[in-house]
T-cell receptor, first 114, second 111 residues
């Protein structure tokens, strides 16, 4: 059974650009969550989606947005990139219809903003 | 006050010893508690979940929960060098119903 797949794995952008990250959950999983991981702040919650609906949102500015498609795949977008957006962005999927905390994480997309 | 607090470590223990990792949380109505392990350069993986007060054992791992003290711990018995990783405490439920992670404790098991 394939795990959570995130693309791209690595990317480099410059300030002011925008970026879109993609996540394919484990087959049958309908809940997808996104986290930002940095050395200083640890794992910070961005969003949670279930059945194409955003059920929860973290304390990030409006430059961070996301969506989920009918096949449960999810994307997140960051516009007007800032240096501080450099981080590992992790997607996680869950089997259950609510966030039970039993998450399966992808390998992440490492974003570097120059 | 951070929502979920952990000592960043590193916590260094000799091989075969018991490693004790601690976590406190601020939201008194939190319902579910988890320990994730993250090896360097890898993504987190769930190793334990606990939902009620007391101890829960799974192999060499024991999770302990004390809701009155808002305290969760993870004990690793017979620690092995392969246990060397960052251990993340995560708390779900409460007022926000979000899964909130601590910043993690780095465990180093010395051979």
């Amino acid at each position: 059974k394939a795990g959570v797949t995130q693309t791209p794995r690595y990317l480099i952008k410059t300030r002011g650009q925008q970026v879109t990250l993609s996540c394919s959950p484990i087959s049958g999983h309908r809940s997808v969550s996104w986290y930002q991981q940095t050395p200083g702040q640890g794992l910070q919650f961005l969003f949670e989606y279930f059945s194409e609906t955003q059920r929860n949102k973290g304390n990030f500015p409006g430059r961070f947005s996301g969506r989920q498609f009918s096949n449960s795949r999810s994307e997140m977008n960051v516009s007007t990139l800032e240096l501080g957006d450099s981080a590992l962005y992790l997607c996680a999927s869950s089997l259950f219809d609510r966030n039970t905390g039993e998450l399966f994480f992808g390998e992440g997309s490492r974003l570097t903003v120059l | 006050q951070k929502e979920v607090e952990q000592n960043s470590g590193p916590l260094s223990v000799p091989e075969g010893a018991i490693a004790s990792l601690n976590c406190t949380y601020s939201d008194r109505v939190s319902q579910s508690f988890f320990w994730y392990r993250q090896y360097s350069g890898k993504s987190p993986e769930l190793i334990m979940s606990i939902y009620s007060n007391g101890d829960k054992e799974d192999g060499r791992f024991t999770a302990q929960l004390n809701k009155a003290s808002q305290y969760v711990s993870l004990l690793i018995r017979d620690s092995q060098p392969s246990d060397s990783a960052t251990y993340l405490c995560a708390v779900e439920g409460g007022a926000t119903n979000k899964l909130i992670f601590g910043t993690g404790t780095l465990l180093a098991v010395q051979p």
